[in-house]
């Protein structure tokens, strides 16, 4: 048998790499890259938070950072990211808004959920992806009270934030360092449980999809 059958695909070479880095870099930057990669989720250029709360929860469970030190950095990280475009969008406007930040598309769709859920929506984005990253910049533009949509960002991104955290530790494992063999092996040891976080991650998106409609 020819011994190239058992070498690791690109993609999956490359998915192992992938892992790897995000491990070290939240390793190597402890908190505040936490905080750094969650204010870039909370902006327009969105790193997935399931990418980076989870992976920081595990060196939390090696002794290299607290939980509670993690659910707190990514807090903070959200809070930073959506202030910062919270402030931009009030700055530049709608007409700005929409011409360099956002399609108008998801401006519209971003003010009737403003519009419509209020303060309660800008919790509740926090929860969904798609909406989570976007809710600053409507927000912003409408000039809603700025200590109203902190403390529902803050509230809201706890949840989210301790509820990722959980999962860290659960999904992933030291196997997944060794190679990309050995992290496809891991995953699928773990199978159980990442389907559980995925269905979570598909609820509150089908919740937002619905809610969206309703409207």
Known sequence: ?????????????????????????????GYPGIVLLMAMESSIFPIPSELVIPPAAYWASQGQMSYFGVVVAGVLGCWLGSAITYAVSYKL???????????????????????????????????????????????GVAGQNFTTFSLATILGSTIWCAVLTW??????????????????AAVKAKTKMIVLLIAVVAAAYALMRYMTRKK
């Open 167 to 184: 999962f860290g530790p659960r999904i992933i494992t030291p196997d997944m360092f060794d190679s990309p063999d050995a992290m496809v």
């Open 93 to 139: 406007g709608r007409p700005l808004v929409t011409r360099f930040l956002v399609s108008e598309k998801k401006m519209e769709m971003g003010e009737r959920w403003v519009a419509h859920y209020g303060r309660e929506g800008v919790f509740f984005a926090r929860l969904l992806p798609v909406v989570r990253h976007l809710i600053a910049i409507p927000a």
């Open 1 to 29: 048998m020819n011994s190239s059958q058992h070498e690791p695909a690109p993609v999956k070479i490359f998915l192992h790499a992938f892992f790897v880095w995000i491990m070290t870099v939240l390793k190597a930057g």
